[in-house]
């Protein structure tokens, strides 16, 4: 999500939530869920608030929530029913907690920030530390921002000193164990809030040796082809955060895969289940955790 921008289209809503441009117009028709300006030509827009709803819409029809319940909901009870359903998947471990762990990137204070994070890294290692807690802790920061309960900037705090912790700890990257191995190819093709995510799986990936190409920011997936023809690669790990990415970019993944001749193809933060068959070249990961596995299974 670009920093800054408070002025939406329909495509924006879309590849923010997931949820089909057709589907929104059609919500907003049954159900008045947004209420869009239009420009002289008609075109829908949306401000930051509608947004923020069509996020919450679609995180609780994700966990099961069915749209015509959820329009009935008014904007505080939508809001709370979004903080009931996060808090249920918070960690169980009670010596971690979120809201006191928020309270000082709500203040802006990046010691107090990092300080409170730092026993958990060091007892755990960044690894599980992010799976358990860091990523965790970055999707309930979403969540406040959507319901209202942080601003942009502290949503963003929040990200930049996670996104630094996992920087330090790649400057402390030890030779790994095993050397030499191939190369893998990292590309981010569609959202700027999975950077950290990218960030971290780079880490994992040069911690056991690989030869990690990554130019980070977004990059379009024909670019794959472009950094191939620079610098040939085995394993290939895409971002496929966008709701669309299933139905539209995975044939064209598998395609290059078998062109180029790729190993294994990881598609990570993936939203939910394809309605394609995948061949055995394409692996699915939906969060860190899984991405650890799938990284550890690569032969």
């Not at 997931?18 to 919500?27: L, N, P, S």
């Not at 749209?67 to 010596?95: C, F, G, W, Y």
């Not at 994992?204 to 990690?212: A, M």
């Not at 690669?233 to 395609?255: H, P, Q, T, W």
Request: aromatic share 10%; charged share 30%.
């Amino acid at each position: 999500m670009e920093e800054g921008i408070n002025v939406f289209s329909i495509k924006d809503l879309e590849n923010f939530s997931g949820i089909k441009a057709h589907t929104i117009r059609i919500w907003e028709k049954r159900y008045g869920i947004l209420d869009p300006e239009r420009t002289d030509t008609n075109i829908r827009t949306y401000n930051e608030s509608e947004l923020k709803k069509i996020l919450n819409v679609a995180y609780l029809n994700r966990n099961g929530l069915k749209i015509s319940k959820i329009a009935r909901l008014s904007e505080d009870e939508l809001t709370q029913k979004v903080m009931t359903v996060s808090s249920s998947k918070d960690n169980p471990d009670h010596d971690f907690q979120p809201g006191k762990v928020l309270m000082s990137a709500i203040r802006f204070d990046e010691h107090l920030f990092t300080k409170t994070l730092e026993p958990f890294i060091r007892a755990r290692g960044i690894e599980e530390a992010y799976c358990l807690y860091l990523h965790p802790l970055l999707l309930k920061a979403r969540i406040l921002w959507q319901t209202g309960s942080l601003s942009r900037a502290q949503e963003q705090f929040i990200r930049n000193v996670i996104r630094q912790v996992i920087t330090v700890e790649e400057s402390r990257l030890k030779d790994p164990e095993i050397k030499n191995r191939p190369a893998v190819a990292m590309i981010n093709t569609s959202d700027n809030l999975c950077e950290n995510n990218f960030l971290f799986y780079k880490y994992v990936l040069k911690r056991r040796g690989y030869d990690v190409i990554y130019t980070g920011g977004i990059l379009p997936a024909s670019e794959v082809v472009e950094m191939y023809r620079i610098k040939s690669f085995e394993y290939l790990v895409v971002n496929s955060s966008g709701f669309d990415f299933a139905r539209k970019k995975i044939a064209y993944f598998s395609n290059i895969g078998k062109s180029l001749m790729i190993k294994k193809i990881i598609l990570t933060d993936f939203p939910g289940k394809s309605d394609q068959k995948l061949n055995e070249r394409i692996l699915v990961a939906s969060d860190p955790a899984e991405l650890i596995k799938c990284v550890d299974n690569l032969v």
